[in-house]
């Protein structure tokens, strides 16, 4: 549950206000003890699905969301998606622990201005939220040089993960074959028909060159260990 900002003192008036979106409440609690001891920065409020983040921002008027890859409701991606939809002039920085090299150019593409995994020095993650503040993005130097790749050769000619080539809503229907949810508990977890979720499957299946149901999900449940 999210929780309201609190009153402020004249210290913390002068302070950039931060909204943390995470499903887990210790990292949640950890990463707001975290940014409340700088001088600069403090928590306004907290949420731990999309529904409550969307909230959030609009009572609290955030100046920068962090926002977790793997939420309740929805993936972390799509949220993005819909905060650049209705809050645009809003940042977002995304704080994971998923695979850069897998999410962090897709985060961007939605409309992130940073990706950071959650194993990084306690530093870094605070030097991304101020770099993200300022206007400038951050990400790793393996990503910046894998985007840099990528625009001079060309996606074609880059290599990469078959996973590459499914889109953002077919990644996230892998990540949770390959977690154990069955077709009705995925349609119910992202708010999707049973219908639609079998799409995704077949789409999937097919991009990855895979030949029936259980190769999909040996595979879906290797990649993902494999993220581990």
């Known amino acids: 549950m999210k929780k309201k900002a609190r009153a402020q003192t004249p210290q913390q008036a002068d302070k950039r206000g931060v909204l943390i979106v995470d499903d887990h409440p ?10 409340d001891q700088e001088h600069d920065l403090r928590v306004c409020g907290q949420a731990e699905d999309a529904y ?18 793997s939420l309740k409701d929805t993936s972390g991606i799509e949220l993005i998606k819909d ?5 645009p002039g ?3 920085l995304t704080l994971s622990m998923h695979d850069e090299g897998v999410y962090a ?11 950071v995994m959650k194993q990084e020095a306690t530093e870094r993650v605070v030097t991304a939220i101020r770099r993200v503040l300022s206007g400038e993005m951050y990400v790793s130097e393996g990503v910046a040089a894998k985007m840099v790749s990528k625009l001079v050769a060309g996606p ?5 993960s078959p996973v590459d080539r499914l889109s953002d809503r077919e990644l996230e229907v892998f990540r949770l074959i390959g977690a154990g949810y069955g077709t009705r508990e995925m349609a119910e977890k992202l708010h999707l028909s049973v219908k639609t979720i079998e799409t995704y499957r077949a789409h999937i299946k097919e991009k990855l060159d895979l030949i029936d149901a259980n190769e999909l999900l040996r595979t879906a449940i290797n990649w993902v260990n494999a993220e581990r």
């Not at 905060?83 to 809050?87: A, S, T, Y």
């Not at 150019?105 to 990706?115: D, H, I, K, Q």
């Open 105 to 115: 150019e897709r985060a961007l593409r939605a409309g992130a201005r940073g990706y």
């Open 90 to 92: 809003l940042p977002v």
């Open 156 to 160: 074609a000619q880059t290599g990469g």
């Open 52 to 69: 409550e983040a969307m909230q959030a921002i609009k009572e609290l008027n955030p100046d920068l969301a962090v926002v977790d890859i």
């Open 26 to 35: 210790i990292v949640r609690q950890g990463l707001a003890q975290l940014i």
């Open 83 to 87: 905060i650049k939809v209705h809050f």
